[in-house]
């Protein structure tokens, strides 16, 4: 059992995001298509190149991106430097020319966006956990594209049918997994088994990968503000290459199994939240390094449960429910039949958010709004919700009588897509900002 750690100390690396600046602007000095690539981003889906990049060359001196905060990764390939503790793109040195490669979800989808067609060489076969493919090549530089399911190297490894076949087979199982049951320990029960099978045929790291893209989808489905989204992402053929972390709610009961689950699927504790002794939640941020998902757990919390490591305590059922413990009251647990709360991804948060609202989108104040971190709501998706969760709400005294005529009339706020951006490399998050939105999410505060 992964144990959570003290909490990490998150600061801007402005030296280091000078040196990813300098490269990118270099790069797309030289390519065209980089150059035609970043500005359709910008306009077309409100996101920047830089989010989207995989790895890329620099010039810089080896003691440069050392002092910056760089360390040598030779697992990612040669010559490659990462940042332990910013969120930047890799570095490669001495890669011989100028190098960009974008990440995507989807080669295939990519290629296709931009009519490019079989002759440009796809590197991975099929189903591979790794696919690359150069799009754009001159004797000064090459522009590449690449889809990740787990391997964070550059070297594709073969796939056999065999293994062609069982991915299609546990994509299916986990796009289609029940998420009804009796009982939430029946629910997760389920989704265990269909993981641990996944796990020993595909791998942890590929298991998680598969299993986020159909949680993913599912959250889709149930908001219109993601739909149009994606919908302007693939336009591009990106996907959602740029999802930054995915949020679960959890009932106290349930808590430990999420935790529980997720550790199962290879994540590891990383900070945690707590805003204060009137703020009522909690939540516990996991990261899966190999498949880079982030998820952000969250839970009903009294003052003196948040000093112990609450990710792995024995949470007991309380009378009272709190802004998430009410949400999974209506809509049940976030990993079963409700889906995820919110996908937040990166943007400029300013052009998302004129770009959206003008095609209807609305977004709520923002909650974070610092020269490093910005990060706002869209307007939430109302669900209804059934009769036996309204009365089982008002007999337990956790909503009244008007506030249940309002959610038989119009629903509650389930879930929403939530924008962020964010400078110098800063990976961390607005503890004190998060517990505002929170408060303002419970759906007895709603006012129309």
Not at 176 to 193: P, Q
């Amino acid at each position: 059992m992964a144990t959570a750690t003290q909490n990490p100390t998150w600061a801007p690396h402005p030296q280091a995001a000078l040196i990813v600046d300098s490269a990118v602007a270099k790069f797309t000095d030289l390519s065209p298509a980089a150059a035609k690539l970043r500005s359709r981003m910008f306009q077309e889906t409100g996101t920047n190149l830089v989010d989207w990049i995989d790895r890329l060359s620099t010039d810089a001196s080896a003691s440069d991106v050392e002092s910056a905060g760089y360390v040598l990764d030779s697992s990612r390939g040669v010559g490659v430097y990462r940042h332990p503790q910013a969120q930047l793109p890799l570095l490669v040195r001495e890669y011989g020319k100028q190098m960009l490669a974008v990440r995507v979800e989807s080669v295939v989808d990519f290629l296709q966006a931009h009519r490019i067609d079989r002759r440009c060489k796809i590197f991975g076969d099929t189903g591979a956990a790794l696919r690359r493919a150069c799009v754009e090549c001159s004797a000064d530089s090459e522009l590449w594209i690449v889809e990740r399911h787990g391997d964070q190297g550059w070297q594709p490894t073969e796939v056999s049918s065999d293994l062609q076949q069982l991915l299609a087979g546990h994509d299916e199982n986990f796009r289609l997994r029940n998420r009804e049951f009796a009982t939430s320990a029946e629910g997760f029960r389920f989704a265990e088994g269909l993981l641990s099978e996944a796990i020993s045929q595909l791998g942890r790291d590929r298991a998680c990968d598969l299993f986020f893209a159909a949680e993913r989808a599912y959250w889709q489905y149930r908001n219109d503000a993601g739909q149009m989204q994606k919908m302007r992402q693939d336009r591009l053929g990106l996907g959602w290459a740029n999802h930054d972390h995915h949020t679960y709610r959890s009932s106290r009961n349930s808590f430990p199994t999420l935790i529980r689950t997720l550790e199962l699927m290879g994540f590891t504790c990383r900070e945690r939240f707590y805003a204060g002794r009137e703020a009522g939640w909690g939540a516990q941020v996991m990261e899966q390094s190999a498949s880079g998902v982030v998820v952000f757990a969250d839970v009903d919390l009294a003052p003196e449960e948040v000093a112990g490591d609450f990710a792995h305590a024995d949470l007991q059922d309380r009378p009272e429910r709190g802004t998430v413990g009410l949400w999974c009251a209506l809509h049940g647990e976030a990993f079963l039949q409700a889906g995820m709360h919110h996908l937040e991804c990166q943007f400029d948060f300013q052009e998302a958010t004129r770009q959206l609202g003008s095609l209807g989108v609305a977004s709520m104040k923002p909650f974070t709004d610092l020269p490093y971190l910005r990060q706002a709501f869209t307007s939430g998706q109302r669900w209804p919700v059934e009769e036996h969760a309204i009365q089982n709400a008002l007999r337990a005294g956790w909503i009244d009588i008007e506030q249940a005529k309002k959610f038989r009339e119009q629903g509650a706020i389930g879930s929403h897509l939530e924008i962020l951006q964010r400078q110098d490399g800063y990976r961390g998050f607005n503890q004190h900002g998060i517990s505002d939105i929170i408060s303002q999410t419970d759906p007895r505060k709603q006012t129309t």
